[in-house]
């Protein structure tokens, strides 16, 4: 095991990187800004589609998973590109594995949202 902090200054400190995290993405990933405006947009939709707690949290998760994915995403482009701008099979393959967990996490809204719209309308 290596020697570090443990107990509260331990969660301190993983909550100063995380909050470090989530500056980094806002500043240098255009998706995850559009996607955090997106949700930000979408969040009184929920509160007006939404009928019960289960529905809410659905709407909710399913957003918040998206930036979850989307940050993942990042940050393997990122070691990917630092490892060097040549081509390599498996940096691309990392990449557009990234961006396929990005696009099916953003097909989980869809289905969620539609599934919930179509029950309170249809």
């Known amino acids: 095991m290596k020697p570090g902090k443990t107990g509260l200054p331990r969660i301190i400190d993983a909550v100063g990187y995380s909050w470090k995290g989530l500056q980094a993405a806002f500043k240098h990933e255009a998706a995850f800004r559009q996607e955090l405006i997106l949700g930000l947009v979408l969040i009184p939709v929920a ?24 940050i993942l995403n990042s940050a393997i482009e990122a070691v990917v590109d630092r490892t060097g701008n040549e081509y390599h099979e498996l940096s691309g393959r990392a990449k557009d594995m990234g961006s396929a967990a990005v696009m099916l996490a953003l097909l989980n809204v869809f289905v969620i949202w539609g599934l919930i719209a179509y029950h309170r309308f249809v």
């Open 47 to 70: 509160i007006w589609l939404g009928q019960t707690a289960v529905e809410y949290a659905l709407m909710f998760g399913s957003l918040l998973l998206v930036i979850i994915v989307e």
